[in-house]
């Protein structure tokens, strides 16, 4: 299913074993049923075949999914040491404030009282003042609608990031 226009990442990722894919993808989205769904629906045509399939699975994940999906996330303004998607991603926060960092790690411990789970927000190009206003703005949302803007967010980070593997950036 490959083709001359097929990008070299996308060629790469239709051709890997199994296990290598789901490697890859456990990367994008640390959500078993997601990666499943993606793996399944392998050899991808385009890249935007690839996007839909992600938003489709991301779509589909049930309550446990979602939380396998945040649980690959860091807190914003901490992202894993030696993980350079998180440090990329939340670059914004990089040269935050002393008191900007302060006011995101009692924000996010807040909301993780209040949901249970790590505030996720498509950081990539967001200022910590940004995220920080929206972490304000969303910590006061019924859990219902919060877990609506959560799986936006997931599949926003998921697109970024399949995006990566497809133009051949990430590790295959």
């Given amino acids: 299913m490959t083709t001359s226009s097929t990008p070299p990442g996308l060629a790469r990722f239709?051709?890997?074993e199994e296990h290598?894919?789901?490697?890859?993808l456990r990367e994008v989205c640390a959500a078993t049923a997601w990666a499943d769904r993606l793996l399944a629906a392998r050899p991808y045509a385009t890249a935007q075949d690839l996007y839909a399939a992600s938003?489709?699975?991301t779509a589909a994940l049930g309550a446990d999914g979602l939380a396998e999906a945040m649980a690959g996330h860091p807190p914003i303004g901490r992202p894993r040491p030696g993980d350079p998607t998180s440090a990329r991603e939340q670059r914004g926060?990089?040269?935050?404030?002393?008191?900007l960092k302060a006011e995101m790690l009692e924000l996010n411990l807040a909301y993780q009282d209040t949901f249970g789970h790590v505030f996720l927000i498509c950081a990539t190009g967001r200022t910590g003042e940004q995220m920080r206003d929206a972490l304000r703005e969303r910590i006061g949302n019924p859990p219902e609608r919060e877990r609506d803007i959560v799986r936006v967010e997931l599949g926003k980070i998921n697109r970024i990031r399949l995006a990566r593997l497809v133009e051949g950036e990430a590790r295959a």
Avoid: E
């Avoid at 926060?93 to 008191?99: E, K, L």
């Fill in 20 to 24: 290598a894919a789901r490697s890859a």
């Fill in 14 to 16: 239709n051709t890997l």
């Fill in 93 to 99: 926060m990089a040269g935050a404030s002393d008191a």
């Fill in 55 to 57: 938003d489709a699975a």
